[in-house]
Antibody, heavy 119, light 107 residues
């Protein structure tokens, strides 16, 4: 049983950056694909990017390329998502999600982290 | 990017009804289609993967079908706990896009 626990809510100013963490327990962290998905208020789900920790190289949606950095620390079984140059449209709940096999969907999710961007 | 289009955007139904939600991909995604249920303030929950395989622990009243570009989620006899938002997602190629969601409400 994989559990993902995310860091707490954040309030940020436009133009700043935010870094959200996702601590995993259970499963095989190193080989499990971890993705980040966001959901703006009242909107659908949006995949931002993902990483397989043992490989270390992240894959990003074009929309976020250059603004998002996804990393993973195998020693602490924690994944991170950093989003820079924040704007009001980035206000959303950010989820980490794990897939035992990417083709088979995300079977474990973190509780979500609300990031509010406001001046 | 592969676009995922769900219909209807919202649906009203009664306990005991059978309902279906459809999801269409902008190109063929074989059977790499997943369905999620999301309740207000909660993370999504995987219901069905690979178009028709029920995730462990999901009640058998949920079923999925389809391949290529057209997919369906069916709920055979709605229970009170099934009123939620349902999302489809393709896992055929990155970026792993989602549909815009279907909100299932009590009539």
């Amino acid at each position: 049983q994989v559990q993902l626990v995310q860091s707490g809510a954040e309030v940020k100013k436009p133009g700043s950056s935010v870094k959200v963490s996702c601590k995993a327990s259970g499963g095989t962290f190193s080989s499990d694909p971890i993705s980040w998905v966001r959901q703006a208020p009242g909107q659908g789900l949006e995949w931002m990017g993902g990483i397989i920790p043992i490989f270390g190289t992240a894959n990003y949606a074009q929309k976020f390329q250059g603004r998002v950095t996804i990393t993973a620390d195998e020693s602490t079984t924690t994944a991170y998502m950093e989003l820079s140059s924040l704007r009001s449209e980035d206000t959303a709940v950010y989820y980490c999600a794990r897939a035992a096999l990417l083709l088979h969907g995300f079977d474990s999710w973190g509780q979500g982290t609300l990031v509010t961007v406001s001046s | 990017d592969i676009q995922m289009t769900q219909s209807p955007p919202s649906l009203s139904a009664s306990v005991g009804d059978r309902v279906t939600i459809t999801c269409r991909a902008s190109q063929s995604i074989s059977s790499y289609l997943n369905w999620y249920q999301q309740k207000p303030g909660k993370a999504p929950k995987l219901l069905i993967y690979a178009a028709s395989t029920l995730q462990s622990g999901v009640p058998s009243r949920f079923s999925g079908s389809g391949s290529g570009t057209d997919f369906t989620l069916a709920i055979s006899s709605l229970q009170p706990e099934d009123f939620a938002t349902y999302h489809c997602q393709q896992s055929y190629s990155s970026p792993y896009t989602f549909g815009q969601g279907t909100k299932l409400e009590i009539k």
